[in-house]
Structure formats: C-alpha cells, structure tokens
Nanobody, 127 residues
Framework: QVQLMESVGGSVQAGGSLTLSCAAT????????MGWFRQAPGTEREGVAC????????TYADSVKGRLTISKDAAKNTLYLQMNNLKPEDTAMYYC????????????????????WGQGTQVTVSP
C-alpha cells in the first residue's frame, strides 16, 4: 500500500512561483511512476507532469512545458513540482499520484490508470 501526502499549496499572483512536494510511503515507492494531476471546478482531471519509475524520464502536458518542472528525490521518496511563471489558468486542486507501471503518461484520461492518490492541495493564481 502506498500513501501520498502533498504539501500545502498556496496563492500567488500571475507570474509568481510555487513548489509542491509529495511525500510517499509504503512498499516499493521508489520504483513507482509518479505524477501530478490537477482539477479545476467543473472540469475533468488533467495530467500536468509525471516521471517514470527510473526517476529520470519525465513527461509534461503542453500547457505547462517550460514553466513547471517535476523531479523526484529517491532517497527521500518525495516528488516535487516546481511551478514558475504561473498563470490564472493554473488555478486548480493539484494531486500527486503513483502506480507501479514503469512508464508514465499524463495525456487524456491517464489519471484513471493511477491507483494511489494524495488528498490534493489547492493552488490559486490571481491575475
């Protein structure tokens, strides 16, 4: 069983930065693919970024490329999401997710394939 705990999000103005973290505990967490997903009110959950079980290979949604960076500290079993140049459209509840497949994805309904989820953390970006 894997447990995921996100850090507290926050509120920033457009152009600002935030870093989210997700601490993972449980069996074989170091070998799981992990990712960040987000959901704004009235919208479908969407993928933001993920990292393969190798801890190195990353995938990003087109909307966040160049602004958000995902990374994983294997020693700490912690996943990070560094968010720069935030936009109002980044406002959402952000969720950390993990599963045992070796190669991750964030496209389309990818979120349905992840079995382990954090409780979510709110990020609000004002104009």
């Amino acid at each position: 069983q894997v447990q995921l705990m996100e850090s507290v999000g926050g509120s920033v103005q457009a152009g600002g930065s935030l870093t989210l973290s997700c601490a993972a505990t449980g069996t074989a967490t170091y070998s799981d693919s992990m990712g960040w997903f987000r959901q704004a009110p009235g919208t479908e959950r969407e993928g933001v970024a993920c990292v393969n079980s190798d801890g190195i290979t990353t995938t990003y949604a087109d909307s966040v490329k160049g602004r958000l960076t995902i990374s994983k500290d294997a020693a700490k079993n912690t996943l990070y999401l560094q968010m720069n140049n935030l936009k109002p459209e980044d406002t959402a509840m952000y969720y950390c997710a993990a599963d045992t497949f070796p190669r991750c994805t964030v496209a389309g309904a990818a979120w349905t394939g992840y079995n382990y989820w954090g409780q979510g953390t709110q990020v609000t970006v004002s104009p």
